[in-house]
Each structure stands twice: as C-alpha cells, then as structure tokens.
C-alpha cells in the first residue's frame, strides 16, 4: 500500500513506494467473503532489477558503515514502531488472511516485533572463535574467524503466518549486517508493504529494506531468486517451490535455507495427562485454520485411551466456532483462498472415496449470506485410513487430521517415522524416560514434549528430510547470514 492509500500495494524499492514498471497488478481479496481488498501491483524484472541494486548499494553504503551498536539499536527502533502501529499491522494482517483477530494479536504481531529485537541481541553476544596452533618452529599461531554479511539475501515468504515469517528472516538478515529483497506471498502482500514505512519512519537507509510483489514461476519469485546479484535466498513455502529455488540457487553457487512442508504427528501415550494432550492437540491440528507448517496432521495413540481420545476431540472440535475475524469468539477462519478451499475439499472428498470413518466434518459450514464468497471449511477428524492413505502421506495444510491407534512404543516411532517430511512432532506422556527415549529417535527437526509451538527463538528451528535445509534461530540464523573468513596469523 503506498503510505496515504491502503488500497494499493507497492512495491517498495530504495525508500521509495512505485508500482510496477510494466503496469501489472493483480487482486488482493479478502478470504472471509472475496470481496475486493486492493490492488497488488506486479513487479517488473526491471523492477526486481532495481531492488538488488539499490540493496547493494546500501549493503556497501551506509548499512555498513553503521556501528553495530547503533544497527542493533535501529532494529529494537523497527520492533518499537511495530508495536506502536500494532493495530495497523493487525489490521492489515487479518484483512488478508482471514485469520481471527484474536489469534493474531496474540502471536503474528508481537512475533513480528519480537523477531527484531531477539537478533538484535544475539549478534551483540555472539562469542567468535579462536584457535591458537602450535608451529614446528615454537612460535606459533593464532586463528580467529571474522564474520561479515553474506550480501543481498532474497526472502520468498508464504500466507499462511506472513509478518511473523517474514521477520523471522528479515530481522537476523538486517542485524548481521545484509540487506534483502523480500518477496511476499501473493495472497498476503500488507505487512510486508506497511513494514516500508515503519523503516522509513525509523530512518533505515533506504535500500536495506525491498519489498517486490508478485507471483512464482514467471513472476517476482522467480527474478530475485535467479537474480545473480542476490547473494543468498532464505525461503519458506511447499517442499516443491523449495526444490524450484534450490535449482535456481545452483546458478551462481548461491546458499539456500529451506524451511518447507510436514506431515507432522502427535503421539499420545496412555499415561499422558488427557487434558493436556486434548487441548494440546486442538491447537497444534485446528489453530490458524489448520495452516501451520507444524500442525498434526497425524495423531497416533495408545490404545487404551484410543475411544476417550477421539470423542473428546470430537467434542471440543464441534464446538469451535466459524467465523469473522473480529468476532473475540471465532476460534476458526476461512482458508486462505477459494483455490487452498478446492484443494482441502478434494482431500475431504478423497477420505470418503478411501473408506475413512468422518468422526466430524468433512465439508463445507454453511455460513451467512455475507461471507458465502468466503473460503470456509468444517474442521474435520477421520478414522480408519490405511496408513499409505493419500490422507496420511500428503500435506493437506488444513483444519483435519486423522487419528490411528498404536500399541508399543516401536510401532509408532516406526510410524511416525514413515513419511518423507520431518519437519515437528508432538509427544505426549508423563513418561520422562519415555518422552527422551521418543524424542531422539524421531526423524524431526523439532520434537514438543507435553507442548507444541511453545517457541524460544534462540533454538534452531527447521525440518529434516523434505522438510528443509538448514536451521535458523539464535546462532544458527547467524551462521547462514553471514560470511566466515579464518585468519591465520604466524607469531
Ligand atoms: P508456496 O511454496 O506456494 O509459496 C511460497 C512463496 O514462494 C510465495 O511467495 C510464492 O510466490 C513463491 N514462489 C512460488 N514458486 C516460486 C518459484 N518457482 N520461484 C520463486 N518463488 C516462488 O507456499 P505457500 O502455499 O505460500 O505456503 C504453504 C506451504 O508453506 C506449506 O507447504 C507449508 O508447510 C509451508 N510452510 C513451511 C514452514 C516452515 O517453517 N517449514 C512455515 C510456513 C509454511
Ligand atoms: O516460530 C517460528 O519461528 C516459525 N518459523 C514458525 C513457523 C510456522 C509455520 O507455519
């Protein structure tokens, strides 16, 4: 959006609003009831072009001619000034995603804030390395490691949480001393608009900061990413778009950190406390509308407690209620898009072609008049799937999962295990041998015990297998923003 206009998005390249230099725009529409939000305008490859010049510009300028002290404290200045204008970024937010207002005043915002001010501090502390190293002569010689930027840093974002995910990148991006081009997901193209102004506001040399809208293939993804002056490209999106980057990445020998899909499980044990397992549970498949990379989309539990389990699921899911973002008493939005809600269904449709048991849902709700453009959909829990069930192997990215029975503790780790993603899990027991013993043999890059999303961003974050490359958080964020050079000096 310019800074006077909510209902354009620019692009925002060199401190500066432009829309694209071709013309093109496309429609942002609201997820709740497909009315015409605003007008996204394309970027240009000339305008990609424009982003990466300016952004190295300022990467060899006045970014780096700041003292690190004074770039740590220009971050907490970002964090402050989102804050201030907390009630624009919900706003903006919720109006692209549909997402309760509830949900993300809570987590979206203050994580987008937060994400400043935790790298902030990190690159304040972090200890270098040294190695003083015997010579045959007796003298010796002292190795340090030097850290720099690594250059430009392409960030490609998905919908599903787009300011928190965004700045997870961004923030420790800036604070080692890059500068980015950001290309937002083309279903949710605001905060990352509005975070312009918050940068010029705070006096962010212009160019360390670009925002390019667009599409993938084609489209802005796909200019920075095969953009030979971006030095590095983070990402977060489908294990298959990651693949796509990871090839274009390959051109010009260029880093990648991969944060992709998940098939994610939770394991119930029969000793686990049930309350907590149950709420627990609804938040980790039914939160954000199902649309968490480490959502449970596979619940796996001990059989004696296998019936309680799925009532109580039952209950409490029926119970949810669908509805508009600003109603304080929605628990479910809509989907991100009528395209995601066909996409949901088809799998909705599938379970029933396969024999599933639908404990509850599988459709769509019926709703009022007013939101009937909307992309809704029923939380829905199934039963009785093969384990080679499309339903079970896939990612759906919705408000479902589907809940099996187990009867060792070899059994489920062995299922768990079976699928090519390996991004979460949840393990639930009061077990604490147990909860070890599981943790460290699941193939994950991130296993809760007794929690799930409980985050603390110093920690790495990331999947295995086909859920990603790399991890980022705390000084694993710093590893892949920045350049290491040994120096080795003879005494
Ligand atoms: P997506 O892969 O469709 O799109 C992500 C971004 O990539 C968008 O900005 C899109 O325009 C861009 N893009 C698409 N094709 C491209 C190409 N060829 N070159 C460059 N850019 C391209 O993902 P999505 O639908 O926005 O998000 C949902 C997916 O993201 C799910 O699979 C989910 O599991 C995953 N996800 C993973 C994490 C994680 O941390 N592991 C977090 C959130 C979402
Ligand atoms: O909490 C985070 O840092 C993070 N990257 C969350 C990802 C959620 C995926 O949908």
């Known amino acids: 959006m310019s800074p006077t206009n909510i209902a354009e998005f620019h692009n925002f390249i060199d401190g500066q609003y432009r829309p694209g230099s071709a013309g093109a725009t496309f429609d942002n529409t609201s997820p709740v009831d497909g009315s015409h939000i605003g007008l996204v305008h394309e970027a240009s490859v000339a305008d990609v072009n424009d982003a990466v010049v300016a952004a190295k510009a300022a990467l060899k300028g006045p970014w780096a001619a700041m003292t690190l002290a004074d770039r740590s404290a220009m971050l907490y200045a970002i964090a402050d000034e989102i804050d201030r204008r907390a009630d624009d970024f919900l706003a903006a937010e919720v109006a692209d995603t549909g997402k309760p207002a509830s ?28 190695f003083p190293t015997p010579t045959p002569d007796g003298t010796g010689a002292i190795n340090y490691a030097l850290r720099s930027p690594k250059g430009v840093i392409g960030v490609i974002c998905p919908w599903n949480l787009p300011l928190l995910l965004m700045t997870w990148k961004v923030g420790p991006a800036l604070a080692c001393g890059n500068t980015v081009v950001v290309k937002p997901s083309e279903e949710t193209p605001g905060t990352a608009t ?55 990445a390959a051109d010009g020998t260029r880093d990648v950190s991969l944060e992709m899909g998940g098939k994610n499980p939770a394991i119930i044990f029969a000793d686990a406390d049930l309350d907590d ?40 899911a029926k119970a949810m209620k669908i509805g508009v973002p600003d109603d304080p008493a929605t628990d479910l939005g809509p989907l991100i898009s009528l395209e995601h809600q066909q996409k949901v269904l088809s799998y909705y449709n599938k379970a029933v072609e396969e024999g599933a048991n639908v404990v509850i849902g599988g459709g769509v709700p019926v709703l009022g008049d007013d939101v009937a453009k909307g992309a809704w959909i029923e939380p829905t829990i199934w039963t009785d799937l093969a384990d080679d069930s499309v339903l079970v192997v896939e990612e759906i990215f919705g408000p479902c999962c589907h809940i099996r029975p187990f009867d060792s503790e070899e059994e489920v780790i062995a299922l768990a295990n079976d699928t090519v993603y390996g991004l979460a899990a949840a393990v639930w027991t009061q077990n604490t041998s147990r909860a070890h013993r ?19 961003l110093r920690t790495p974050f990331g999947g295995m297998k086909a859920s990603g490359i790399g991890r980022e958080g705390g000084v694993h964020s710093l590893e892949f923003y920045t350049e290491t050079t040994n120096v080795c000096l003879k005494l």
């Open 438 to 456: 599981v943790a460290s043999q699941l193939d994950v890059g991130l296993c809760w015990v007794n929690s799930w999303f409980l985050r603390d």
């Open 103 to 130: 949900l993300a005043c809570h987590i979206d915002i203050p994580r987008g804030a937060a994400n400043f001010r935790i790298f902030a501090d990190s690159v304040k502390n972090v200890p270098g390395e040294f």
């Open 277 to 316: 397992a149950i709420e627990g549970t609804m938040r980790s498949v039914f939160v954000n509308c199902g649309q968490v990379c480490l959502g449970t989309e596979r619940v796996y539990v001990e059989r004696p407690i296998f019936d309680e389990f799925v009532n109580r699921l039952a209950t409490e």
């Open 194 to 248: 509005l975070l312009g102004e918050v940068m010029n506001t705070v006096g962010v040399p212009r160019g360390v900061y670009n925002v390019v809208h667009g599409f993938g293939p084609g489209s802005a993804g796909e200019f920075v990413t095969s953009h030979q002056g971006v030095d590095a490209i983070t990402f977060t999106g489908e294990t298959r778009t990651g693949e796509a980057i990871m090839k274009a």
